[in-house]
């Protein structure tokens, strides 16, 4: 049995090899909902839906984001249709009060419809669909994740890392916005000062999260401080991580990030943008996976193989190293 923590596409493409290592049967992945976002009444999971479109065969893989061959004329129309009425693209918040009326899980990542800033594919937009009309019907967000990941035929057990709201806001030189408006909107531009989980402290881990951090857990490369902070941020998860063997694999060669914004969102947040302020920040990890190339000194456990992945035989051959290292410690 293995927990792997996922978020962005750094777990999820070693997800794509992990059967090399992991029984699929005994892997269970929690998944990051900081995320998540309402889109005009409708609630988008990017990187829950990533890990349910790669199990089901289903995801696109030249963006790791969406449904493979997916169409758009619903999201194309939107475009066309605030464009002919003069009406500016955004991203579009709704206002304050209605940030927090209504659905709970909607709560401080609300936008409009008009012009929606995030590509949705027509299929896409079904999932979102099926997925808020089944909260809506009096669900948990678990609940309604185990159903979507049995539609798809998912071989993982698939968690949400909370059924409370959590909302990742980074703080700009320009103020504070979504990480969604940050990355997807502004193309991860603006200045990083601070990045806040807004709604972590009244959140908590489900029982199942719980229960699933028993089992070792694999931290893959995902962003430290939006993919995994999180969940960090959730009252008893990192307390969990510390009573069970944990392995992690740097996103990072030294000081070179592989993908994304994560140093620079370390970096604004003061943490040293490298393997070492990866480390730093994953205290509990208890061995690390580095690529060849990565001479940093950890004072735990350390397995080196080629970390870049390009395709799933990379993913088997780290996932074969995660599995090394986790012998070492367990």
Not at 121 to 130: E, N
Not at 151 to 175: I, Q, Y
Not at 261 to 267: D, I, R, T, V, Y
Not at 272 to 291: H, K
Request: hydrophobic share 45%.
């Amino acid at each position: 049995m293995v927990t792997l923590l996922s978020g962005g596409t750094g777990t999820p493409k070693l997800l794509d090899g992990a059967d090399a290592a992991f029984p699929p049967a005994g892997t269970t992945v929690i998944a990051n909902t900081g995320d998540d976002v309402e889109l005009g009444g409708f609630l988008v999971c990017p990187d829950l839906d990533t890990v349910l479109f790669l199990g089901g065969g289903e995801l696109d893989r030249e963006t790791w984001w969406g449904i493979e061959g997916d169409t758009a004329a619903t999201h194309e129309e939107l475009f066309a249709l605030a464009d002919a009425a003069g009406i500016d693209r955004g991203p579009r918040y709704l206002p304050d009060d209605a940030q927090v009326r209504g659905r709970d899980l909607g709560r401080w990542r609300r936008f409009s419809a008009v012009a929606e800033f995030m590509q949705i594919g027509d299929r896409d937009r079904a999932v979102h669909l099926t997925r808020t009309g089944l909260l809506d019907e009096g669900r948990s967000l678990t609940e309604v994740t185990r159903t979507l990941a049995e539609a798809f035929g998912v071989p993982w057990r698939v968690l949400p890392m909370s059924d409370d709201p959590v909302a990742t806001m980074v703080h700009t030189a320009e103020g504070p916005m979504h990480f969604q408006e940050f990355w997807v909107a502004r193309d991860g531009e603006p200045t990083v000062e601070d990045v806040e989980f807004r709604g972590a402290d009244s959140a908590a881990p489900t029982d199942a999260v719980l229960d699933a951090l028993v089992d070792p857990v694999v931290i893959g490369p995902s962003n430290p401080v939006t993919s995994i902070g999180p969940m960090l941020a959730l009252d008893g998860f990192e307390a969990a991580l510390a009573e069970t063997p944990v392995v992690a694999v740097s996103p990072f060669v030294e000081d070179t990030v592989f993908s994304g914004p994560a140093a620079k969102l370390m970096a604004g947040t003061g943490s040293e943008p490298s393997t070492a302020g990866v480390a730093e920040a994953y205290s509990f990890a208890d061995a690390f996976v580095l690529d060849d190339a990565d001479r940093t000194d950890i004072d735990r456990p350390v397995v080196r193989t080629d970390t870049r992945m390009d395709d799933a035989d990379d993913a088997a051959r780290i996932a074969r190293a995660v599995r090394e290292a986790l012998e070492v410690v367990m």
